[in-house]
């Protein structure tokens, strides 16, 4: 047990328990419903309780945590309405991106680069490497925000949402083990490609449809999820 005069306390101690939580939440490392346990942390960081129960408030506010009463905090469930909710907002407004970035001529010089990509995205699914999967797709999706320096539009499409971020682990076949856990995720990467095929071809309207049906998708595969006795604890309608 700690005592008050091997603590070792500094401003930045909050932000780093935050991010240390928040990490292992978002990756579900820390299963949803799981209790947190304030000592423990405590223990670990070698700090008195208040900069845990800092890092735990601002948890809670993002979404992250759920605080009870007399029993504690816990991780929370993968809320299925917020997930709609920013699923529809991403498929509006990253359309839009994506669309403005065409008719501004941006994209028709760049498929090689996002052919690339998809390659290296398929080459990932070969070798079973998930999590490298994640970050490509992410970083897949970035890439057109970044042309007119739309960055700022990110926070209002799942980019930063703890519900919406656990649940593109599901739909890209990152957290299970059953044998459509590479369908799903061949088929996001061949959605991709059907965009870049689309932006190619010069087609706007297939462009279009191809994203609207993309942005959809993670609503199927939850629906089945979230409906398997394995995975169905995890989440709240």
């Not at 809670?60 to 009463?69: K, T």
């Not at 529809?88 to 996002?114: C, H, K, M, Q, S």
């Not at 061949?186 to 609207?212: C, M, Y």
């Amino acid at each position: 047990m700690n005592t008050d005069n091997n603590m070792v306390e500094t401003p930045k101690l909050p932000e780093e328990i935050h991010y240390y939580l928040w990490n292992r939440i978002a990756t579900l490392e820390l299963r949803p419903g799981v209790k947190l346990s304030e000592l423990g942390l405590a223990e670990q960081f070698n700090c008195s309780r208040i900069p845990v129960r800092e890092a735990v408030r601002r948890l809670n506010i993002e979404g992250a945590l759920e605080s009870q009463p007399q029993r504690g905090s816990f991780v929370s469930k993968i809320n299925l309405d917020k997930v709609r909710k920013v699923r529809y907002l991403r498929e509006v407004l990253e359309t839009r991106v994506v669309l403005d970035a065409f008719d501004a001529g941006l994209l028709d010089p760049l498929v090689p680069l996002l052919r690339g990509m998809i390659n290296d995205q398929k080459t990932m699914i070969s070798f079973n490497e998930m999590e490298k999967l994640t970050e490509a797709d992410t970083l897949f999706h970035d890439f057109f925000y970044h042309l007119q320096h739309k960055e700022f539009v990110q926070e209002h499409t799942g980019r930063y949402d703890i519900h919406y971020i656990r649940a593109r682990r599901f739909a890209l076949g990152v957290e299970r083990s059953d044998d459509q856990k590479y369908d799903d995720s061949i088929n996001i990467v061949s959605q991709h490609e059907r965009i870049v095929d689309a932006i190619e071809n010069h087609d706007r309207q297939t462009l279009e449809d191809e994203l609207r049906h993309h942005f959809r998708n993670i609503n199927h595969t939850l629906e089945k999820v979230s409906a398997n006795e394995e995975f169905e604890a995890l989440f709240k309608q």
